[in-house]
């Protein structure tokens, strides 16, 4: 089974700032089945990125995708207020469904 | 709009069963699959189970070991989730999270989840 890590655990920055958050896989991902997710206390996830680098509908252009093989990361430009959030990477397919544990985007 | 409203959560004791219920509305649900998610408190996701749209074909996550049976009907526009055997470690916020496709394995809708508290 394919794991996902995360990193960092908690990134904090200030609005307007660049964050880039670290998705690994144990081994090479073949497909392009990688998502990205935000969740906010409280809240259910929402979807980000799919296909590595795919904005999901109504998806600010300030986020990004990118990444191949075992290296994926997500790349939000210009932090706003409401992006500070909890975020996951998650493979999905017939193959494995697994999450990544997190990261944890806080205000500095 | 899509929505997903689940219900059917609640304590139960170890041993115990539940079924949880994910009505949908808001789009056509008979031509897309269906997933549950999980979520044990202050901790991440956990993919549970999918079904496909027609609900012939359904997948769970190895740690369940066959306790957890996913259902849907699709006249009814409803997803199911029965849990036996349950145990403590399977307190979570449950969410019903749809497809992005008839055949998708990609989630792109959740539900507000229902919390299931498993505890004697």
């Known amino acids: 089974e394919i794991v996902l890590t995360q990193s960092p655990g908690t990134l904090s920055l200030s609005p307007g700032e660049r964050a880039t958050l670290s998705c690994r896989a144990s081994?090479?991902?073949?497909?392009?089945?990688l998502a990205w997710y935000q969740q906010t206390p409280g809240q259910a996830p929402r979807l980000l990125i799919y296909?590595?680098?795919t904005r999901a509908t109504g998806i600010p252009d300030r986020f990004s995708g990118s990444g191949s093989g075992t290296d994926f990361s997500l790349t939000i430009s210009r932090l706003e207020p409401e992006d500070f959030a909890v975020y996951y990477c998650?493979?999905?397919?017939?193959?494995?469904?697994?999450f990544g544990q997190g990261t944890k985007l806080e205000i500095k | 709009e899509v929505q997903l409203v689940e219900s059917g959560g609640g304590l139960v004791q170890p041993g115990g069963s539940l079924r949880l219920s994910c009505a949908a509305s808001?789009?056509?649900?008979?031509?897309?699959?269906m997933n549950w998610v999980r979520q044990a408190p202050g901790k991440g996701l956990e993919w549970v189970s999918f079904?496909?749209?027609?609900?012939?074909?359904?997948n769970y996550a190895d740690s369940l070991k066959g306790r957890f049976t996913i259902s849907r009907d699709n006249a009814r526009n409803s997803l199911y989730l029965h849990m036996n055997s349950l145990r403590v470690e399977d307190t979570a916020v449950y969410y019903c999270?749809?497809?992005?496709?008839?055949?998708?394995?990609?989630?792109?809708?959740w539900g507000q989840g229902t919390l299931v508290s498993v505890s004697s």
């Open positions: 081994q090479s991902i073949s497909s392009n089945y």
């Open positions: 999270a749809k497809g992005a496709g008839s055949k998708s394995w990609l989630i792109d809708y």
């Open positions: 998650q493979l999905y397919g017939s193959s494995s469904r697994t």
């Open positions: 296909e590595i680098s």
């Open positions: 808001g789009f056509t649900f008979s031509t897309y699959t």
């Open positions: 079904i496909s749209s027609s609900g012939t074909y359904t």
